[in-house]
């Protein structure tokens, strides 16, 4: 009877119309919503990671620039990288010799290099030669020698700059302490950075600055939610420079997930072993500081929490069915039609491009959390548009600076051909040959496209100069004569190598002043032995030089230039010569004391090892 009844028939309708369709709607949109979210995820993961991994290269390059700043200054006597070029011990001095003291100059560079990053937590330079160590922290600075101290063996064995993941803080095995400043109290990672004799790979000095955790961890935690999230910044070795559990901070990860798949930079995959489940996203790090990579953990519970909110809702919306029926099918219909309605006008408005668009979650079903959702989604997307935008800007405003950098010698160059033209114009025509020559000389300077030149215009350059200096000392107390054999004018030799000789001249062989001052430069050819030899001979008749200054000065170019004096510029030269042109070039000085002094370079044009050539 019941088997038969409408109402029987009825409720099995009911049954069949809502429970089964809303079953089977459930489990297909908790599997797309778990898909869909997944997807989203990674995605939104992947740009994060990106961002990440871009400001983390960033942050380290900034780090490795402010140390190459110590490199300036190369060829400046006096100046810190001189310093260190000059740096000896003081049991290796001989008795009676007075070692310079470099205190001022070293700790000023570090109290620079200690304040251009407010990161920065402590400074260590250890000067090889001197066996010296040098502290800068919490502006104070120590100086002691240090015996004891060993520079840092790098991962892989060689050494060039890297970063040392997080450890405490320490004082490189110096005994003197700080005031109120107790060591291994702070946590904080290390950049350490070899400081090279140029342009060798020999080490002079070992730099190495401590930073905080500030930043970086500023940077590392915009990349996950500390709450249900993990994250992990590891060198190539596994080793922990962050980790969001503070137990794995600078030791070596040794996880199954830790294991990256080799052959991509980023990706994701799936884990489900030792306490984890859920996806492991990763991007790999490669940068002159640091190389290895970010790993960030995201569990399945939190992944997909939203997917399982949206299934209960809709299990409560079947039973609902199930007990309300057809009456309030329309009603029902309607309710839904409506969110939809308003979620497909402003998904319209997203897809024009109004990313601002907001819409109110007026409900707390599903249809709320799914607006929620969406703007949220869109806002997000929004955020990400403007910080490009914004990186663009500033990568534009970099750009123009560096063009504005480059456009200011060149306009000073105009000012002084401007300048020479209005000389002429008021007949001044002395005014207008010495602003030519100056011009000519910034001119042939700031051409940093030509680092060889046929030998002309080395004779011009320097013909210019010594115009200029005709002019500041009379002339009639200076005169400058060229011969140059036929041919050479045309050889190709590196820029720059006469002008620095004949400014030695200047400094010492008439440093007492200039009466009757005759600089002679010789250019010719010779042959010996069958191969080809230019010689550049440069003579003055000046004071010339004592033997004993002489000699000193040969053996500064035969040590690699190690000297405080001119034969840092003449090994400058000799060194191009040697680099550029041929490793059998030579520099050798003549002097005749009272009589002037004569520099003469010789270039072999011919032979395996020389690079020589005439311009075509």
Known sequence: MFKNSIRTRLMALVLLASVIPSGISVTFSYLYTKKSVTEQSVKQNTKLLTLGEANLSSYFSGMNQRAMSLYSGINVPSSFYTTLLTAKSEDRVPEGVIVPDTRAVISTQLYNLFLSDRNTFQIHLYVRAARQSNLVRGGLFRREVNGEYAASIPPGGTYK?????????????????????????????????????????????????????????????????????????????GQALFASDPDWVGKTVDTGWSRLPAGSDSGHFTWKKYGFQGIVMYRHIQNTLFSGSIIKLVPYEDLYSDARVTTRFNMGIGLLFLLIGGISAVLISFGFTRPIKKLINFTQKVQIGQLDAHMDAEREDEFGLLTRKITGMTRTINDL??????????????????????????????????????????????????????????????????????????????????????????????QLEVHAAEG?????????????????????????????????????????????????????????????????????????????????????????????????????????????????????????????????
């Open 385 to 478: 548009i403007v910080k490009e935008y914004r990186l663009e800007l500033a990568n534009k405003t970099n750009q123009l600076n560096a063009l504005q950098a480059q456009v200011n010698p060149h306009f000073l160059y105009n000012a002084l051909q401007s300048i020479a033209s209005l000389s002429l114009r008021y007949n001044a025509p002395k005014v207008y040959d010495l602003i030519y020559s100056l011009g000519s000389m910034m001119r042939y300077s700031m051409n940093t496209e030509r680092t060889q030149v046929p030998l002309r215009d080395e004779l011009e350059h320097v013909e210019n100069y010594v115009i200029l200096q005709r002019e500041r000392f009379g002339e009639e107390n200076l």
């Open 488 to 616: 050479t004018p045309e050889i190709i030799v590196p820029k720059m190598i006469l002008q620095p000789i004949v400014e030695n001249i200047f400094k010492h062989g008439f440093a007492d002043g200039i009466h009757g001052g005759i600089i002679r430069v010789e250019c010719t050819l010779e042959q010996m032995e069958g191969q080809s030899r230019l010689i550049l001979a440069v003579k003055d008749n000046g004071k010339g030089i004592t033997p004993a200054r002489l000699e000193e000065i040969t053996a500064g170019l035969k040590s690699s230039g190690r000297s405080e004096h001119e034969e840092i510029g003449l090994y400058n030269v000799l060194t191009r010569l040697r680099l550029q042109l041929s490793r059998e070039a030579e520099l050798t000085l003549e002097n005749e004391q009272g009589q002037g002094l004569t520099v003469r370079l010789v270039i072999p044009l011919e032979g395996p090892d020389s690079e020589a050539r005439l311009q075509e």
């Open 161 to 237: 700059p890297y970063l040392e993941v997080t450890h405490m803080d320490h004082q490189y095995r110096m005994k003197s302490g700080f005031p109120n400043l107790k060591p291994g109290s702070v946590p904080v990672f290390t950049a350490h950075f070899p400081i090279y004799r140029t342009p060798s790979d020999s080490v002079l000095a070992d730099l190495s600055i401590d930073y905080t955790l500030e930043e970086l961890e500023g940077i590392v935690k915009s990349m996950y939610n500390s709450d249900t999230e993990q994250l992990y910044v590891l060198n190539e070795q």
